[in-house]
């Protein structure tokens, strides 16, 4: 079956615009998690949406918002871009009540920001 | 709380060598641990999982890792290295029956294959 999608790949994008990127999760998985990887603090959780519900949130200011659609799909969005948002965004998907051993991670998302 | 450290940020061994990865975990909890590998522009595969079931597990390409508690260790090894296991691996920890918003993961080592 299909693995989590993640869209777009690549995005170049200006400081002060603001982005949204996209998870489609493997079908029948209803928890998404996504994470921000950069050289300097590595991978770091941003939140968790379950049943189209945030579950967890990590330690991001309020320009990282998310959100999960009915299908499971999920959107993070960022306002207000600054230089430090360059990363590449990762999303990972489980099925329900199943725990942190069945996760599987996407291609991610490379967000450039100039 | 839990934490994981992974000694080396860099390791470089020739092709045909042996691998090893060093990683070592604080955990109030028995923990849940894993390595994942990671290629260029490329999201996290999972090479494989400890979850308190045997204290060897082995994985994927033919990595193995050993759980040891006395050493709270979890080190990876390789036998014998390949060209394509040129990558960074990430060794990670999560309590048991969380979801993955639970997982921390270490700094990464990259490493390296010499022809």
């Known amino acids: 079956k299909a693995g989590v999608t993640q869209t777009p790949r690549y995005l170049i994008k200006t400081r002060g615009q603001q982005v949204t990127l996209s998870c489609s999760p493997i079908?029948?998985?209803?928890?998404v998690s996504w994470y921000q990887q950069t050289p300097g603090q590595g991978l770091q959780f941003l939140f968790e949406?379950?049943?189209?519900?945030?579950?967890n949130k990590g330690n991001f200011p309020g320009r990282f918002s998310g959100r999960q659609f009915s299908n499971s799909r999920s959107e993070m969005n960022v306002s207000t871009l600054e230089l430090g948002d360059s990363a590449l965004y990762l999303c990972?998907?489980?099925?329900?009540?199943?725990?942190?051993?069945?996760?599987?991670f996407g291609q991610g998302t490379r967000l450039t920001v100039v | 709380a839990q934490s994981v450290t992974q000694l080396g940020s860099h390791v470089s061994v020739s092709e045909g060598a042996l691998v090893l990865l060093r990683c070592n975990y604080s955990?109030?909890?028995?923990?849940?641990l894993f390595w994942y590998v990671q290629y260029p522009n490329q999201g996290l595969q999972l090479l494989l999982k400890?979850?308190?079931?045997?204290?060897l597990v082995k994985g994927i390409n033919g990595f193995e890792a050993e759980f040891k508690k006395s050493e709270t260790s979890f080190h990876l090894t390789k036998p014998s290295a390949h060209m394509s296991d040129a990558a960074e691996y990430f060794c990670?920890?999560?309590?048991?029956?969380?979801?993955?918003?639970?997982?921390?993961f270490g700094s990464g080592t990259r490493l390296s294959i010499r022809p």
């Open positions: 990972a998907s489980s099925l329900i009540g199943q725990d942190v051993s069945e996760a599987f």
């Open positions: 079908s029948g998985h209803r928890s």
């Open positions: 949406y379950f049943s189209e519900t945030q579950r």
């Open positions: 955990s109030s909890v028995p923990p849940y």
């Open positions: 400890y979850t308190s079931a045997a204290t």
């Open positions: 990670a920890v999560s309590p048991p029956y969380s979801s993955a918003s639970k997982i921390i």
